[in-house]
């Protein structure tokens, strides 16, 4: 494994935003600002300077599973996961909570981000109708995002902050 290279927390959510919006077919997206982390005290940097440096040089190291392949089984994994909005979004939220649980909980955080964090987003990630299902070692195939139709004014017209819409 490589040293990450420290970076702030506000260049992952910058790159992860441009992410998202080139996915969505937005490439002039505008990241949000950033907001601080009320559980990281002043001056904690991240160990991993974004999703990338994260999958890449920690989960992709920790993590041990048998691939599926052919007739074999074991779980589903795309080697281009980033091309996969969801995955984008789980494993972000991945690294996200592990920054977070390295420093609020050192004594039991790691053990927490396995059983909490890691375990049930990977299960949806490589689930049989995860965004993984269909790709595999040395296959991508490109995700696709679910039909939705516009609902009708008088549905939304029954939400609290239908005047919002």
């Given amino acids: 494994m490589t040293t990450p290279a420290a970076g702030t927390a506000a260049d992952a959510v910058a790159d992860l935003s441009a992410l998202l919006g080139q996915l969505a077919g937005d490439p002039g997206a505008t990241p949000p600002a950033p907001e601080p982390s009320a559980t990281e005290p002043a001056g904690a940097e991240p160990v991993y300077r974004n999703v990338e440096a994260f999958v890449g040089d920690y989960l992709a190291h920790v993590v041990e599973r048998r691939l599926a392949s052919g007739p074999t089984s074991g779980i589903n994994w795309c080697p281009r996961w980033w091309a996969h ?80 819409l």
């Fill in 85 to 164: 909005p969801e995955a984008i979004s789980r494993l972000y939220a991945l690294w996200r909570a592990w920054e977070t649980l390295r420093v609020s909980d050192p004594q039991t955080g790691m053990s927490i981000w396995w059983r909490d964090h890691l375990d049930p987003h990977l299960a949806a990630l490589a689930a049989e109708y995860g965004p993984f299902n269909r790709c595999g070692p040395d296959k991508h195939t490109e995700s696709q995002p679910l039909p939705v139709e516009p609902a009708p004014p008088d549905v939304l017209a029954q939400f609290p902050d239908a005047d919002s």
